[in-house]
Protein backbone atom coordinates (compact mmCIF):
# COMPACT_ATOMS: atom_id res chain seq x y z
CA UNK A 1 0.00 0.00 0.00
CA UNK A 2 1.26 3.62 -1.08
CA UNK A 3 2.33 6.04 1.96
CA UNK A 4 2.85 9.67 1.91
CA UNK A 5 5.23 10.90 4.34
CA UNK A 6 8.41 13.46 5.05
CA UNK A 7 11.82 11.58 5.83
CA UNK A 8 12.79 12.62 9.42
CA UNK A 9 16.35 10.78 9.21
CA UNK A 10 18.60 8.48 6.63
CA UNK A 11 21.12 6.40 8.56
CA UNK A 12 23.48 4.42 6.77
CA UNK A 13 23.47 0.60 8.32
CA UNK A 14 26.92 0.21 9.40
CA UNK A 15 28.56 -3.51 9.87
CA UNK A 16 32.26 -3.49 11.53
CA UNK A 17 32.13 0.11 10.66
CA UNK A 18 31.32 0.04 6.66
CA UNK A 19 28.06 0.27 4.49
CA UNK A 20 26.14 -2.75 4.99
CA UNK A 21 26.02 -3.98 1.27
CA UNK A 22 24.21 -6.94 -0.35
CA UNK A 23 24.35 -8.23 -4.51
CA UNK A 24 21.45 -8.89 -6.20
CA UNK A 25 21.22 -9.51 -10.21
CA UNK A 26 24.53 -8.06 -10.53
CA UNK A 27 23.93 -4.87 -8.44
CA UNK A 28 25.37 -3.88 -5.40
CA UNK A 29 22.78 -2.36 -2.98
CA UNK A 30 23.43 -0.15 -0.09
CA UNK A 31 21.49 -0.55 3.01
CA UNK A 32 19.55 2.02 5.00
CA UNK A 33 17.57 2.87 8.31
CA UNK A 34 15.05 5.71 7.41
CA UNK A 35 12.70 7.25 9.64
CA UNK A 36 9.38 8.87 8.66
CA UNK A 37 7.40 12.03 10.27
CA UNK A 38 4.81 9.90 10.77
CA UNK A 39 6.20 6.74 12.87
CA UNK A 40 7.25 4.28 10.29
CA UNK A 41 10.85 3.18 10.19
CA UNK A 42 12.60 0.24 8.14
CA UNK A 43 15.21 -0.51 6.58
CA UNK A 44 15.78 0.63 2.88
CA UNK A 45 18.40 0.15 0.23
CA UNK A 46 19.55 1.42 -3.18
CA UNK A 47 22.42 1.16 -5.22
CA UNK A 48 24.26 4.39 -4.31
CA UNK A 49 26.50 4.89 -1.37
CA UNK A 50 24.60 7.57 -0.18
CA UNK A 51 20.51 7.36 -0.02
CA UNK A 52 18.47 9.11 -2.81
CA UNK A 53 16.00 11.05 -0.96
CA UNK A 54 17.33 13.34 1.94
CA UNK A 55 15.69 14.43 5.50
CA UNK A 56 12.81 16.92 4.81
CA UNK A 57 11.53 15.19 1.29
CA UNK A 58 8.09 14.39 0.87
CA UNK A 59 7.99 11.29 -0.82
CA UNK A 60 5.54 8.32 -1.60
CA UNK A 61 6.94 4.83 -0.29
CA UNK A 62 5.77 1.64 0.80
CA UNK A 63 6.25 0.13 4.07
CA UNK A 64 6.26 -4.15 4.25
CA UNK A 65 6.77 -5.63 7.49
CA UNK A 66 7.69 -9.89 7.15
CA UNK A 67 8.81 -11.98 9.83
CA UNK A 68 12.02 -12.84 7.99
CA UNK A 69 13.29 -9.52 7.11
CA UNK A 70 11.27 -7.21 9.43
CA UNK A 71 10.17 -3.77 8.55
CA UNK A 72 11.11 -2.43 5.25
CA UNK A 73 10.53 0.82 3.37
CA UNK A 74 10.82 1.01 -0.59
CA UNK A 75 9.64 2.41 -3.90
CA UNK A 76 9.98 5.35 -2.65
CA UNK A 77 9.62 8.65 -5.57
CA UNK A 78 9.34 12.28 -4.73
CA UNK A 79 6.26 13.65 -4.47
CA UNK A 80 7.33 16.23 -7.20
CA UNK A 81 8.16 13.86 -9.20
CA UNK A 82 5.00 12.15 -9.26
CA UNK A 83 3.13 15.16 -9.42
CA UNK A 84 4.50 15.66 -13.02
CA UNK A 85 4.03 12.27 -13.88
CA UNK A 86 1.30 11.19 -15.77
CA UNK A 87 0.79 7.87 -13.46
CA UNK A 88 -0.99 6.92 -9.97
CA UNK A 89 2.20 4.91 -9.70
CA UNK A 90 3.41 5.25 -6.27
CA UNK A 91 7.39 5.50 -7.96
CA UNK A 92 6.79 6.96 -11.47
CA UNK A 93 10.55 5.63 -12.66
CA UNK A 94 9.29 1.91 -12.16
CA UNK A 95 6.39 2.27 -14.23
CA UNK A 96 8.45 3.55 -17.25
CA UNK A 97 10.34 0.60 -17.34
CA UNK A 98 7.38 -1.72 -17.39
CA UNK A 99 5.76 0.66 -19.74
CA UNK A 100 3.09 -1.79 -21.87
CA UNK A 101 5.35 -2.18 -25.66
CA UNK A 102 2.97 -3.71 -28.00
CA UNK A 103 6.02 -5.54 -29.91
CA UNK A 104 7.21 -6.58 -26.28
CA UNK A 105 3.72 -8.18 -25.50
CA UNK A 106 2.94 -9.89 -28.39
CA UNK A 107 6.66 -11.54 -27.91
CA UNK A 108 5.76 -12.72 -24.37
CA UNK A 109 2.33 -14.26 -26.03
CA UNK A 110 4.08 -15.99 -28.44
CA UNK A 111 6.72 -16.94 -26.08
CA UNK A 112 4.17 -18.80 -23.42
CA UNK A 113 2.18 -20.31 -26.37
CA UNK A 114 5.33 -21.71 -27.40
CA UNK A 115 6.02 -23.24 -23.85
CA UNK A 116 2.31 -24.42 -23.86
CA UNK A 117 2.64 -26.13 -27.03
CA UNK A 118 6.22 -27.78 -26.22
CA UNK A 119 4.34 -28.97 -23.32
CA UNK A 120 1.19 -30.22 -25.03
CA UNK A 121 3.27 -31.67 -27.74
CA UNK A 122 5.19 -33.46 -24.94
CA UNK A 123 2.02 -35.20 -23.26
CA UNK A 124 0.91 -36.11 -26.37
CA UNK A 125 3.04 -38.07 -28.23
CA UNK A 126 7.43 -38.62 -28.02
CA UNK A 127 8.05 -38.28 -31.65
CA UNK A 128 6.10 -34.64 -32.67
CA UNK A 129 8.26 -32.36 -35.19
CA UNK A 130 9.21 -29.40 -34.94
CA UNK A 131 6.95 -27.77 -37.19
CA UNK A 132 3.83 -29.80 -35.68
CA UNK A 133 4.79 -28.41 -32.21
CA UNK A 134 5.01 -24.74 -33.99
CA UNK A 135 1.56 -24.97 -35.74
CA UNK A 136 0.19 -25.93 -32.20
CA UNK A 137 2.07 -22.76 -30.87
CA UNK A 138 0.58 -20.50 -33.52
CA UNK A 139 -2.92 -22.41 -32.71
CA UNK A 140 -2.36 -21.46 -29.01
CA UNK A 141 -1.44 -17.60 -29.85
CA UNK A 142 -4.51 -17.40 -32.32
CA UNK A 143 -6.92 -18.63 -29.30
CA UNK A 144 -5.07 -15.59 -27.02
CA UNK A 145 -5.09 -12.64 -29.36
CA UNK A 146 -8.92 -13.98 -30.12
CA UNK A 147 -9.56 -14.09 -26.47
CA UNK A 148 -8.39 -10.82 -26.13
CA UNK A 149 -10.60 -9.50 -28.64
CA UNK A 150 -13.62 -10.96 -27.08
CA UNK A 151 -12.74 -9.78 -24.06
CA UNK A 152 -12.37 -6.08 -24.94
CA UNK A 153 -15.10 -3.47 -23.12
Avoid at 40 to 55: E, I, L, M, N, V
Avoid at 103 to 117: F, N, P, R, W
Avoid at 135 to 149: I, N, R, S
Wanted: glycine residues 4%; negative net charge.
Amino acid sequence: MSKKSVIKSVEPILKNNVHATYDMHGKTFYEYIVEMDNGDKGRAAGTRDTFRFSAGMEVFYEHVSDPTHGDRLKSFAAVEEAKESTTTSPAPERQARYKEDPHKQSLIVAQSCLGAAVEWCAAKENDISTADMLKAAAVFEDWVYKYAERRKP
